[in-house]
């Protein structure tokens, strides 16, 4: 029997709540960055796409859902649905600016999310978002970064663009840094709409000489 296609409108509203979160990465390691994945039928029927019965799951969480072995006990689909209901509880209690077209409606008790432009860097240019995150268990405020860079637009063979997506906690209300593999770290300096990005060892992280490293204006 052919597999029936979830709706596009459904699909949707399952991305949108989870943000593209595992739900079991979340229940079991409160993990909330985004993954790779795939919206899993939690009673294993393809043709039940009611959205109570859909979750957005990791590959490899998804893979160990569907799959059934005589070694060990799989996750339940109870158990699925408590953990994407605590990740969409927590996801809406973190994001609780509304999001439109991709853009974020800043609130005011929350000043530093929103969308950033870097500033006087000539034909090179960067954008970077802040999403914030819920608190860590030590009492760390975090964001979510994600952000698009290229360098090189009117090389003969087109630009080089690199693309970033970070979990980085406040050290200070004017300072935060994420500290990345081999040294490499992306540091944030704040000071009212405008940001300060400071990146070291960032060589071949994105792409050849591309780096978010500038002067960013919040334009949402």
């Known amino acids: 029997m052919a597999r029936r296609k979830t709706p596009e409108r459904t699909e949707t509203d399952v991305l949108l709540s989870s943000r593209r979160r595992c739900c079991i990465c979340y229940g079991l390691d409160r993990d909330v960055s985004m993954k790779s994945g795939q919206i899993a039928h939690l009673d294993r029927n393809n043709a039940n796409s009611q959205p109570g019965n859909l979750a957005f799951m990791c590959l490899e969480h998804h893979d160990q859902y569907d799959s059934s072995t005589s070694q060990r006990k799989g996750f339940t689909i109870q158990e699925v649905k408590v953990f994407r209901d605590e990740l969409i509880s927590a996801l809406g209690a973190a994001l609780s600016q509304k999001v439109h077209f991709g853009f974020l409606e800043l609130p005011p008790e929350d000043p530093k999310a929103g969308q950033y432009i870097r500033v006087g860097t000539g034909e090179d240019s960067a ?22 860079a290229i360098w090189g637009p009117e090389r003969q063979y087109g630009p080089n663009t690199g693309e970033c997506e970070y979990m980085m906690a406040l050290r200070s209300p004017e300072y935060a840094v994420y500290y990345g593999d081999n040294g490499h770290t992306m540091a944030f300096r704040f000071a009212e709409d405008i940001v300060i990005v400071e990146e070291e060892n960032w060589l071949g992280i994105y792409g050849m000489n591309v780096t978010f490293a500038g002067t960013y204006k919040r334009v949402r």
Request: net charge negative.
């Open 127 to 148: 954008e970077i978002i802040l999403t914030p995150l819920p608190d860590s268990a030590y009492g760390e405020v975090r964001y979510f970064v994600t952000g698009f």
